[in-house]
C-alpha cells in the first residue's frame, strides 16, 4: 500500500528557506498518471494546493505563493521535495505531501508535518 | 472559483441524516470533491466528481449537485463520522478548498 512521509525541520526563521522531503513508499513517481504535489494547512483554516509535479515535468505552482515555491521530483530516490523561499509568518502551517489524481483530486496523502516560522 | 460552505456548524446524533453544502462562485461542472478531516489527521477522500464514492468509502456517505450547488448526505450517522468536511474544486487550478462544515455531537 502507498505511502508517503514528509521530513525536514519543523522550525525556520523569517526570510529562509523552508524544505520538506517525501519520501514514498510502496509506489513509483515515474507516472504519467499521477502527479506528486505539496498541501499546506493553517491552524484552523482549509488546506492550499502549493503545487504539484509529473516526475518528467511540468509543474503547476498556487499563483498565492507569489513564485516563492519550487517542487523537485527525484524518480532515482522515490523522494520529491518543497522548497519555499523568503517565509514569513503566514507560511506556519502543517505541511502535507500528496498523490493527486485526474483534475487535482488528492487520493493520497501523508501524515503532514507542523513547521513553524519563528526567529 | 470561491467556495462557500455551510453551515459552518452543525450539531447532530448518532443515527441521524445530516446535509451539508457548498456553493460554487461559477459553474464548475460536476467537478467537485469532499474530503473528511478528522483532527490531527491529513483529510481522506470521500467524494469525487460530485457524486462518485471513493473506493472504500460507506454507502452512508453520498453527494449530489452540478453547476453551482453540491450536497454531502451522511445518513445513518455512526460515531467516527464527527469531523470536518471540506469541497474541493478540480475544475480551474488551484483546486481550492471551502472553508469546512464541522460536524459535532449534540
Known amino acids: 500500500q502507498l505511502q508517503m512521509q514528509e521530513s525536514g525541520p519543523g522550525l525556520v526563521k523569517p526570510s529562509e528557506t523552508l524544505s520538506l522531503t517525501c519520501t514514498v513508499s510502496?509506489?513509483?513517481?515515474?507516472?504519467?498518471?499521477?502527479?506528486w504535489g505539496w498541501l499546506r494547512q493553517p491552524p484552523g483554516k482549509e488546506p492550499e494546493l502549493i503545487g504539484s509535479s509529473y516526475s518528467a515535468g511540468p509543474a503547476y505552482y498556487n499563483p498565492s505563493l507569489n513564485s516563492r515555491a519550487t517542487i523537485s521530483v527525484d524518480t532515482a530516490k522515490n523522494q520529491f521535495s518543497l522548497k519555499v523561499t523568503f517565509v514569513t509568518g503566514a507560511d506556519t502551517a502543517v505541511y502535507f505531501c500528496?498523490?493527486?489524481?485526474?483534475?487535482?483530486?488528492?487520493?493520497?496523502w501523508g501524515q503532514g508535518t507542523l513547521v513553524t516560522v519563528s526567529s | 472559483i470561491q467556495l462557500t460552505q455551510s453551515p459552518s456548524s452543525l450539531p447532530a446524533s448518532v443515527g441521524d441524516r445530516v446535509t451539508m453544502t457548498c456553493r460554487a462562485s461559477q459553474n464548475i461542472n460536476n467537478f467537485l470533491n469532499w474530503y473528511q478531516q478528522k483532527p490531527g489527521k491529513a483529510p481522506e477522500v470521500l467524494i469525487f466528481s460530485a457524486s462518485s464514492l471513493y473506493s472504500g468509502v460507506p454507502s452512508r456517505f453520498s453527494g449530489s449537485g452540478s453547476g453551482t450547488g453540491f450536497t454531502l448526505t451522511i445518513t445513518s450517522l455512526q460515531p467516527e463520522d464527527f469531523a470536518t468536511y471540506y469541497c474541493?474544486?478540480?475544475?480551474?487550478?488551484?483546486?481550492?478548498f471551502g472553508r469546512g462544515t464541522k460536524l459535532e455531537i449534540k
Open positions: 500528496a498523490r493527486l489524481g485526474y483534475s487535482g483530486l488528492v487520493t493520497v
Open positions: 474541493q474544486q478540480s475544475s480551474i487550478p488551484p483546486y481550492n
Open positions: 510502496h509506489a513509483s513517481l515515474d507516472s504519467t498518471t499521477f502527479s
